[in-house]
């Protein structure tokens, strides 16, 4: 199959429906990263987006849907707060995990009786969502485990062969995926956190808590159980105290022969003139733009991976570190 690259316009916007009527996939730019999409109606679509993934078949997928869609229709909202925290944050960053109405494919939960739904705010994702007239349901546009797609060339060095069409929206702004929040309880738990951060939440709602994944639990987000993010190449993490430790690891990687890269932020690359460095930034915001970029890049220019804590002043750390501690992690 030849895979497209588009930019989103009435031509290709109009493929695109054709594409997904006729239950095909059509990855497409969001906020946070790009998605692959199919209509969340069919369990043909949603069978080829594991299939193209290579995802594993209990890991469910975000229903999407445009704005002024009525998700009553595919949700039950169970508690008053959840309107507050559309009120507040949608479009945008945010999956709501809620009780399903059972009318979009089982596939897309995985048999879950929830369904996580999301609107995204990016101009060309509500374009999709608008002319498709579906809801959409979407994982990452990624190889299932290797990082995240934040551009339409990230999606086809991934998915070429496999999907029709990318359409093209530029790099992503938001640069990690979206805070998936359960929204089944009394108060609101962050089963993956993201750009909407549990302070920005608990002021809306008053408290909200972080999922705690215990062996043996039954698992609440399955996703959280297998790997993610993984660049095809050696990695290694420290923290900021353990500089001198990791400049060790450095040198010793170039003595066998390979090449490394620090992934840091600006104050330590500044630190590191020596070596060679791609910096994620200097604040939270870009820290969480640039992260999954700066690994496409480093796998792609050299073959070992250092990334050293990066520090920036809000809570979007949290999700940022979340990722890469886990892409960084000894390989
Ligand atoms: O920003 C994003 O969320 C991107 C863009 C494309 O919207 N999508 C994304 O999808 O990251 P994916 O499939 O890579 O991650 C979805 C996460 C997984 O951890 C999954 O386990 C969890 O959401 N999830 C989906 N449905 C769920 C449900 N019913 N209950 C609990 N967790 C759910
Ligand atoms: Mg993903």
Do not use: W
């Not at 169970?78 to 960053?93: K, M, N, R, S, T």
């Not at 048999?111 to 002319?131: E, M, S």
């Not at 999606?155 to 929204?183: N, Q």
């Amino acid at each position: 199959m030849k895979t497209e690259i588009l930019s989103i316009n009435s031509s290709s916007l109009a493929a695109a429906v054709d594409v997904i009527k006729n239950n095909g996939l059509v990855a497409f730019p969001t906020e946070t990263v790009y998605g692959l999409g199919g209509c969340a109606f069919s369990d043909e679509a949603i069978s080829k987006i594991f299939q193209a993934k290579g995802r594993p078949g209990d890991n469910p997928l975000i229903a999407h849907v445009c704005e002024g869609y009525d998700i009553n229709q595919l949700v039950e909202i169970e508690h008053q707060y959840v309107y507050d925290l559309i009120e507040a944050f949608c479009p945008g960053p945010l999956t709501l995990v809620c009780k399903s109405r059972g009318t979009v494919s089982s596939l897309v939960s995985c048999g879950l009786d929830t369904l996580a739904v999301r609107i995204p705010a990016h101009k060309g994702a509500q374009q999709f969502l608008n002319a498709v007239n579906c809801p959409i349901a979407a994982p990452s546009a990624n190889t299932s485990k290797h990082v995240s797609p934040v551009s339409a060339q990230h999606v086809f060095d991934d998915l070429e062969g496999k999907i029709p069409m990318i359409l093209d929206g530029g790099r992503c702004i938001g640069g990690i995926e979206s805070t998936v929040l359960d929204v089944t309880s009394l108060s609101p738990r962050i089963l993956r956190s993201g750009l909407i951060t549990q302070g920005m939440i608990s002021a809306v709602v008053g408290s909200c808590e972080y999922a705690q994944h215990k062996d043996g639990d039954k698992v609440k987000s399955p996703g959280v159980k297998y790997s993610h993010y993984t660049p095809y190449c050696q990695t290694a993490y420290y923290g900021r105290e353990d500089i001198a430790a990791s400049i060790n690891e450095y040198n010793k990687a170039v003595m066998s022969g390979k090449k490394p890269v620090f992934l840091c932020d600006d104050k330590i690359q500044g630190m590191l003139c020596d070596y060679n460095t791609i910096s994620l930034g200097g604040t939270s915001e870009e820290y969480a733009r640039n992260v999954y970029n700066a690994l496409r890049e480093a796998e792609k220019k050299y073959d070992t991976i250092i990334g050293i804590e990066v520090r920036g002043d809000n809570q979007i750390d949290v999700g940022v570190l979340n990722r890469f501690i886990k892409a960084c992690s000894k390989k």
